[in-house]
């Protein structure tokens, strides 16, 4: 099969292969070693300066990540802005709402773009430990501009929490302006490797005032103990196997801005080759990502039409989320796919519609 849904991906052979190396125990030098590759790859990915970052890992999906972010990184007694404009906007609500952390959502329909300025005008209005927003928000394949919002976090003292679970890796992310305090993302989506690792970047002054409101997400304990060459439960070993081979060979490919041009020729690619189908995109391709883009369903094709005659043809798209789903399916362009994969896939949607 062909994955192109958003995560988990097509697995390259070296990735898949990594996870038949030797069964190996938590507590042995060797998943330390490999413990200490895969945070070091993380922290070094965007250039960071260990000195001042972190890379936290854990055991779960990305939510696992986020939930880590938000219910460690808001300290007790503090606020939270979210930025809400999809489903995973709507999931850091949940989240806050759960762990009883005050918050208050500013709401954009599911496929407008935050208004920044606006934020920032409640950002001066009234007091914020922290704010909460979706790099690339996956419902709609919109990029949210983090940059500005960023920098006001950072004017106001305010700790920006980014969810960046499909973009780490491919997208832009500026953590040179004091604004972000950490963002949160997974092993299999942009950096190709497979379910169950996740991770938080965390500036360290931020875990250093880390709380305690979670206990198996806890990310203080989980950032100690892997300092000290240890864990607190017993890790996803071969999703650890997997991401650090994914890692290496994400460094091999030249890294982030390598990826980000390789999924925009794909996107690219198959934005062009369902427009002469007259298949439209739901975004302009100037407010979505590289990762992935979302389609309007052609007139009297429903989705379960189109997944299922792609999918006789080992293509797995991806339906639209919540309202969205009578309208819209996604692509995306992760994972070991190519020019040759997107252009079978336009030929076969251009069959099926004939
Ligand atoms: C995929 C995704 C998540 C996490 O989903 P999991 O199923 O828990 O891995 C969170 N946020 C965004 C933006 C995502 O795309």
Redesign the pocket.
Known sequence: MLLLN??PVTLSERVRQSLLQTDLCHREPEFFDLQDEARKRLVAAYELDPAQWSAVLMT???????ESMIAGLVPNGGRLLVVEN???GD?IAQIAKQYGIEHEVVKYEWMQAPDTDAIVARLDADTFTNVAI??????TGRLNDIAALSRACASHGIGLLV?????FGAEAIDFSDGGIAAV?A?A??CLHGV?GA?FVIVRRDALAKATSRTYYLGIARLAQLQDARNTPFTPSVHAYYALVEALREFEDEGGWHARHRRYADLAEQVRAGLATLGIESALPPGESSVV?RAYRLPAGVTYEILHDALKAKSFVIYAGQGGLSKELFRISTMGAVDKDVMNRLITSVGELLR
């Open positions: 958003p995560g779960g999906s990305g939510t696992a990540a986020v999809g489903v995973y999931r979706i790099h690339h928000e996956t419902t969810d960046a679970v499909s973009s949160a997974t299999n989506k379910p996740a992935l």
